[in-house]
């Protein structure tokens, strides 16, 4: 059983993936009532927390029931990042997590994120001052290397282990490739069988269904996966890839009763945490993955989307209820 740090984790845990404007606390709460083992927040950057930008500090919100938890951070300067890392101490997460996976330009032009890839004596260095700056177990979220040309996630990860770092999740594809093509497990094979690393390795990449679990788990040997984008509306992944695994068969698809509650529960707490305004207005992204190829369902899509008032929104939630009651998922 991978353990970071005094974190016992299970047999296999499954991790979900801090994701900007997703992994907020009550998507969190929805993911840990159906299974995920192991939660980071958004990636907070380091020079906002010491601003005391409003939006980086908000993201510092972690509850008792998501534990174990992480806090992830990102930035390019060493001396920020350090003094980040002891802003975050001060919430006490269960471990903090430097993100040098991120590949979007905003973040990669700052020289952090998936850019530290360009120079890995930099990501050493921002690493041993996240380390300096915090009590907890740090742990690296990065990709395989800058482009196809330029993979060195294997010096990466024996450098990262040789400062202190305590678990390292891949994302198995380039800076280049972004989200695109195909992601590359090979990789992470190589690096987990590598007899120098005794760090948990987690992999992530296109992970969307509990038959790719099975096999990822099987084929490469890490000792979990992390999922993102296929948690996003559909939370329910992760209890359905542990019970494949322990039975090999498919827990039934979610019925529109636990689509229904599911959605609700996150526009409910999405106002508690945000304000009803906010929690409305941003809820609204989630409701076509909630719903997502129901026939019939544009027209109450559109009132999702555009309906200001928490109470009608509620009675939409009935409405549909009520109007596919007898719907069947196939």
């Not at 695994?245 to 636990?258: A, C, I, R, V």
Request: charged share 25%; net charge neutral.
């Amino acid at each position: 059983m991978p353990k970071i740090g005094n974190i016992q984790l299970p047999d296999f845990p499954l991790l979900l993936a801090p994701m900007e404007d997703v992994s907020d606390p009550p998507f969190r709460r929805l993911c840990k009532l159906h299974g995920a083992d192991l939660m980071y927040s958004e990636f907070i950057s380091s020079e906002g927390l010491i601003r005391d930008a409003i939006k980086s500090r908000q993201k510092l919100d972690i509850f008792d029931y998501e534990r174990p938890v992480g806090i992830q951070i990102f930035g390019g300067d060493e001396e920020a990042m350090e003094m980040s890392a002891k802003i975050v101490d001060t919430v006490q997460p269960d471990l903090v997590d430097i993100n040098f996976g991120c590949p979007v330009k905003k973040v990669v032009c700052k020289g952090a994120g998936a850019g530290v890839l360009k120079d890995v004596d930099l990501m050493v260095r921002l690493t041993k001052a996240v380390i300096k700056g915090t009590n907890l177990p740090v742990t690296v979220k990065t990709r395989l290397g800058w482009d196809e040309n330029s993979i060195n996630i294997d010096e990466v990860a024996e450098r990262l282990q040789d400062v202190g770092v305590q678990a390292l999740t891949i994302h198995a594809r380039t800076r280049a490739q972004m989200y695109k093509g195909h992601s590359d497990w090979s990789h992470i094979a190589r690096v987990k069988n590598n007899p120098r690393i005794a760090m948990p390795i987690f992999g992530n990449g296109d992970i969307d269904s509990p038959e790719k679990a099975l096999e990822y788990k099987n084929k490469y040997g890490i000792d979990g996966i992390m999922i993102g984008r296929a948690a996003i509306g559909y939370p329910w992944i992760f209890n359905e890839i542990k019970h494949y695994f322990n039975t090999g068969e498919h827990l039934p698809q979610p019925s529109m009763k636990d689509r229904i509650e599911a959605a609700r529960n996150h526009l409910i707490w999405s106002m508690e945490w945000k304000g009803e305004r906010v929690g409305i207005v941003e809820m609204r992204r989630h409701y076509t993955n909630y719903f997502k190829g129901i026939h019939g369902f544009k027209d109450f899509k559109q009132r999702l989307v555009t309906t200001d008032d928490h109470n009608a929104l509620l009675q939409i939630f009935e409405e549909i209820r009520d109007a596919y009651a007898n719907y069947q998922f196939v």
